[in-house]
């Protein structure tokens, strides 16, 4: 193998494995070592520079990052990294100050967004401090988009989201709230300059073809329009016996709403095993903690009326049979059951809905009514409009949004200054040592043995009788300290000089994981399966070094290695180094990459 380029920025960028595996790519380790050292504002103001909603997303966040935490090989559980973020909200002092400042002359350059969710906000954050002036629209009566309306408040309460919301409305945007757009032609015809459409998959999938749906209407309902009705206050009842139909998180939501407004006998029923359910497993915790019974393999097959009325539903019973392949098929097994219910709810999926964008504006729809998109730039084949969030390729989530907001900004700021939207900077980053003294570094190298700490939840019979009762009260300090000691550090990187190493092996004897080697060289597949512990995760890479004076190479494992730092420690000649490696996106106003070439030449 070649020897490793540590100076691509990707490939330290990999080995932070919570950071890569983040949309917004957050710097995780970082803010929870200052979460750690009670720096609480400071950790807030790095969340906010890269996810914009540290508060929402430390309540609601999908967690993408806490499957790929490095933790979790240690002992199976990762760190608690979505609820530290909310520790920074929770204990963070007033950060308005700390807001970007506002130029009070404007550029010049008008921009519509329509939408007031996550993606528009985003845009907003990162356009308004560079003079744009900036238009949101949105059907809804406050910000927020999804976050608000399909978001229940005893997950989210909406004081939290006002907050997060605000500090973006506050930065001179001009919102227009309780405004529907109906015509996309229209607002290309007033003077803007580009429209970034954030506008979500405000469609929830329907059962329009099932016997009795007609007849049951009244009592029939779709998740997401039920959902904002009830945030809304226009629903503030249902009946004793609900049935939720979906295994995403959306009917979590809806079976755990049901519970507080009225609903006693409250089922989810799924049509697949409940192994293949989408919704997240810490949100099907929750439902049965609450009491919530989950029926898998039924399949809708009818609605049942009585003189006009709903009554309940027949299920048929299916069996999942997987292919050779792992594709998963549904077989009737030919009994059906039936349930009993005042209210159904649906909650089987969402899809995008732009009746309101004409075709004849230069804008190509394919696949699934879907406008064309580039995954890169945001920008359609209009080049005026962008788009982002669930709006750009269907439904994802919150942090999924925001890191589209930042790329169809920095878009928007390239077009409208002429330049090429595809030349677009790399990410900065910075390696630097950490050691202070010879057994000292600037960082706690020492890994706990604590176990996930479980945080602590509202008593359940007052959870469940008020709809507006924040269910999770969050780490209290101590515990969020704890919580803070669980991570590995995994940003401060082993960084290894060829030319200092005199081949004495001490950092193989070391070596808590066995990751370092110091063996003759090879392709990938035999050095991996040459190593003292066998490197079987190729999504992970290995670091391997130039040749040393004996003609050897050293391999190292990144996929175990757990930056304890007793490599370096050891090591007489320091040839190892632990160097924390920070890595940040590029946002709008930075400049285009031919620009930051000519300026290094200068």
């Known amino acids: 193998m070649k020897p ?57 966040c999908d967690r993408p990052c806490e499957p790929a935490c490095r933790r979790g090989r240690v002992d199976e559980e990762p760190v608690a990294i979505c609820r530290l973020k909310r520790v920074a909200a929770d204990f963070k002092d007033d950060i308005k100050d700390r807001m970007p400042e506002i130029p009070s002359q404007k550029n010049g350059k008008k921009v519509a967004l329509i939408g007031g969710g996550p993606a528009s906000l985003t845009v907003a954050r990162d356009l308004a401090p560079l003079g744009y002036e900036l238009d949101l629209y949105d059907a809804q009566r406050k910000g927020g988009g999804f976050m608000r309306s399909q978001i229940p408040s005893f997950r989210l309460p909406e004081k939290v989201l006002d907050e997060e919301v605000n500090y973006i409305l506050e930065m001179g945007i001009s919102a227009h709230f309780d405004q529907y757009i109906s015509s996309l032609k229209e607002i290309l015809e007033k003077d803007y300059d580009a429209v970034f459409v954030g506008t979500g998959a405000p469609r929830g999938r329907d059962l329009k073809k099932l016997p009795g749906r007609e007849e049951g209407d009244a009592n029939i309902h779709v998740g997401i329009e039920w ?39 409250v089922r989810v029923v799924v049509r697949s095993p409940k192994s293949d359910m989408k919704a997240s497993p810490w949100e099907i915790e929750d439902a049965e903690h609450e009491d919530i019974p989950i029926y898998e393999n039924h399949s809708p097959k009818e609605f049942v009326t009585k003189n006009g009325k709903l009554v309940g539903m027949n299920f048929e019973i299916v069996e999942a049979v997987y292919d050779d392949n792992g594709k998963r098929s549904l077989k009737p097994t030919g009994e059906v059951v039936f349930m009993e219910c005042d209210d159904v709810l649906m909650a089987i999926g969402q899809e995008n809905a732009f009746p309101w964008i004409e075709r004849d504006i230069g804008l190509e729809f394919g696949e699934w009514d879907m406008p064309v998109v580039d995954e890169k730039t945001f920008q359609s084949t209009n080049p005026k409009v962008f788009f982002g969030g669930d709006a750009a390729f269907g439904p994802e989530n919150i942090i999924t949004a925001v890191a589209h907001g930042h790329q169809a900004a920095i878009s928007i700021d390239l077009f409208l200054n002429g330049k090429n939207v595809h030349d677009r900077l790399e990410p900065g980053t910075t390696l630097f040592t950490q050691k202070m003294g010879f057994h000292e570094w600037t960082y706690d190298n020492a ?58 092996d001490a950092c193989v004897d070391i070596c808590p994981t066995d990751c370092i080697n110091f063996i003759s060289n090879g ?48 090591c007489p000649t320091s040839a190892w180094d632990m160097q924390k490696f920070l890595y940040s996106v590029t946002k709008a106003g930075k400049g285009t990459k031919e620009e930051a070439e000519l300026e290094c030449t200068k």
């Open 4 to 60: 490793t380029d540590i100076q691509n920025p990707e490939y330290f960028h990999k080995v932070v494995d919570c950071q890569y595996a983040c949309p917004a790519h957050t710097p995780v380790p970082e803010y929870i070592r200052l979460i750690a050292r009670g720096r609480y504002s400071d950790a807030y103001m790095i969340n906010w520079e890269s996810n914009v909603f540290p508060g929402v997303l430390g309540r609601t």
């Open 227 to 265: 959902l904002a009705n009830v945030a809304f206050e226009h629903t503030k009842t249902i009946g004793e016996k609900v049935l939720v139909l979906g295994g995403g998180n959306t009917a979590m939501d809806c079976c755990r709403t049901s519970k507080r407004i009225g609903g006693k006998d």
């Open 447 to 504: 890994i706990s043995d604590d176990d996930r700490f479980i945080v602590p939840l509202a008593e359940k019979t007052k959870a469940l009788s008020d709809r507006k009762l924040e269910v999770e009260l969050g780490f209290d300090l101590k515990q969020a300290y704890d919580e803070a000691e669980r991570c590995l550090n995994c940003d401060i990187q082993t960084v290894f000089t060829e030319s200092k190493c005199i081949e004495c």
């Open 523 to 570: 392709d990938e597949d035999d050095l991996r399966s040459r190593l003292k512990a066998p490197a079987d995760n190729k999504t992970q890479d290995l670091y391997v070094s130039d040749d040393l004076k004996t003609g050897r190479v050293m391999v190292k494992d990144e996929n175990v290695c757990l930056h304890c730092g007793l490599c370096s420690e050891r």
